[in-house]
């Protein structure tokens, strides 16, 4: 089946610590985006990628890294600078033409220990 | 800038009630717009796309939306609402050359017996 996988599910985070949540995707798409949600405020985009090894920030880049060495992968770090990471992480892939729809993994549940 | 509104943060209906989930826009051009679903705990499932032509779009599960072009409306339409309804709908609007998505914050559907 064709898909993205986001691992894991959920994701504890202490103090002063670095966490990659990832993003693997077998749909061929050029595309890959990482969205932050929170309670009532829909999703805002962290970082995407168009292609390979580049990407470009989001509206809230900040205390967030990417990297994109595979066109199948696209991990995010959630750095120590993050002082409130506790959220709801969403990763889309895009396809290219036929409107260029993004679809969505399953999320990772990022806590705060 | 682009923006979507959402004005109603939570409804509930009735199942077998008729169902409309409001959405607004304010972009500079005809924008791609979409709607998504999202149950909880999960990713975010997409229920229909309008990128231009026919202004009354179908989608899955019996879902149907209309743009508006005079009103910057995209709203979401069901004739008969069923208990497996009950999740929460985002409306997007994509635009640009990074084809980044902007969400609204949310509808909360919750379908009473």
């Known amino acids: 089946d064709g898909g993205i996988t986001q691992s894991p599910k959920y994701l504890f985070r202490k103090e002063g610590q670095n966490v990659t949540l990832s993003c693997e995707q077998n749909l061929n798409h050029d595309a890959m985006y990482w969205y932050r949600q929170d309670p009532g405020q829909g999703l805002r985009l962290i970082y995407y990628?168009?292609?390979?090894?580049?990407?470009q920030k989001g509206d809230i880049a900040e205390g967030y890294s990417v990297s994109r060495e595979k066109k199948e992968s696209f991990p995010l770090t959630v750095t120590s600078a993050q002082k409130n990471p506790t959220a709801f992480y969403l990763c889309a892939s895009r396809t290219a033409g036929q409107g260029n729809i993004q679809y969505f993994g399953a999320g990772t549940r990022l806590s705060v220990l | 800038a682009q923006s979507v509104t959402q004005p109603d943060i939570h409804i509930t209906v009735s199942e077998g009630a008729s169902l409309e989930l409001r959405c607004n826009y304010s972009?500079?051009?005809?924008?791609?717009l979409f709607w998504y679903v999202q149950s909880p705990g999960q990713g975010l499932q997409l229920l229909l796309k309008y990128f231009s032509g026919d202004t009354l779009v179908q989608g899955i599960k019996g879902f149907e939306a209309e743009f508006k072009r005079s009103q910057s409306s995209f709203n979401l339409r069901k004739p008969s609402v069923h208990w497996s309804d009950a999740a929460e709908y985002f409306c997007?609007?994509?635009?640009?050359?990074?084809?980044?998505?902007?969400f609204g914050k949310g509808t909360l559907l919750t379908v009473n017996p």
């Open positions: 990628s168009q292609i390979v090894n580049d990407f």
């Open positions: 997007a609007l994509s635009g640009g050359s990074n084809y980044k998505l902007t």
């Open positions: 972009y500079g051009a005809t924008p791609y």
